[in-house]
T-cell receptor, first 114, second 114 residues
Framework: AQTVTQSQPEMSVQEAETVTLSCTYD???????LFWYKQPPSRQMILVIR??????QNATENRFSVNFQKAAKSFSLKISDSQLGDAAMYFC???????????FGTGTRLQVFP | DVKVTQSSRYLVKRTGEKVFLECVQD?????MFWYRQDPGLGLRLIYF???????EKGDIPEGYSVSREKKERFSLILESASTNQTSMYLC?????????????FGAGTRLSVL
């Protein structure tokens, strides 16, 4: 069975600085999707970024980028120029190519200090 | 924008009560999901549905049932609520076609069972 591990329960960063959130996963599959979701205090889970495993190029969305290392089964999220509004719980998630189930990590709470 | 609406933000129920958590989406999505979110455990899938009147068990279906009589509405039912079902419940929906792989979430219902 696939598993997703987020080893950092909490992280903090100063405004305008860069922070990296870690995620590793375990799978025997070759085709899959990976996601980072953000859950702010309002609780609405929002997709931040996604990566298809067959793509070697790392996904980027404005200030958010990933470092996808398929062989190492690692999928870290880098937030550049951190803003106060980035403070939230961040979840890494995995989905097999041919199923509908998302498997989530336990989350990393990010604090942003002025 | 996709909107997934959960009818209650907070709910307090007594042990043994029958509890209905309602979720409605406005984008004609075929697939809908119910998750449970607990600190340190991330999100775990309870049930999901591919279509009206269809349901599939997720990872933790025990003590729960679901109903999908209309495409836009997916209800989670606790037949006899217990204190260990105190949790945050999140609903999500997704369009069919595995290439469309983004799940959209509601704001969650925080249920307390006393």
């Amino acid at each position: 069975a696939q598993t997703v591990t987020q080893s950092q329960p909490e992280m903090s960063v100063q405004e305008a600085e860069t922070v990296t959130l870690s995620c590793t996963y375990d799978t025997s599959e070759s085709d899959y999707y990976l996601f980072w979701y953000k859950q702010p205090p309002s609780r609405q889970m929002i997709l931040v970024i996604r990566q298809e495993a067959y793509k070697q190029q790392n996904a980027t969305e404005n200030r958010f980028s990933v470092n996808f290392q398929k062989a190492a089964k690692s999928f870290s999220l880098k937030i550049s120029d951190s803003q106060l509004g980035d403070a939230a719980m961040y979840f890494c998630a995995y989905r097999s190519y041919n199923t509908d189930k998302l498997i989530f990590g336990t989350g990393t709470r990010l604090q942003v200090f002025p | 924008d996709v909107k997934v609406t959960q009818s209650s933000r907070y709910l307090v129920k007594r042990t043994g009560e029958k509890v209905f958590l309602e979720c409605v989406q406005d984008m004609d999505h075929e697939n809908m999901f119910w998750y449970r979110q607990d600190p340190g455990l991330g999100l775990r899938l309870i049930y999901f549905s591919y279509d009206v009147k269809m349901k599939e068990k997720g990872d933790i279906p025990e003590g729960y049932s679901v109903s999908r009589e209309k495409k836009e509405r997916f209800s989670l039912i606790l037949e006899s609520a217990s204190t260990n079902q105190t949790s945050m419940y999140l609903c999500a929906s997704r369009d069919s076609g595995l290439a469309k792989n983004i799940q959209y979430f509601g704001a969650g219902t925080r249920l307390s069972v006393l």
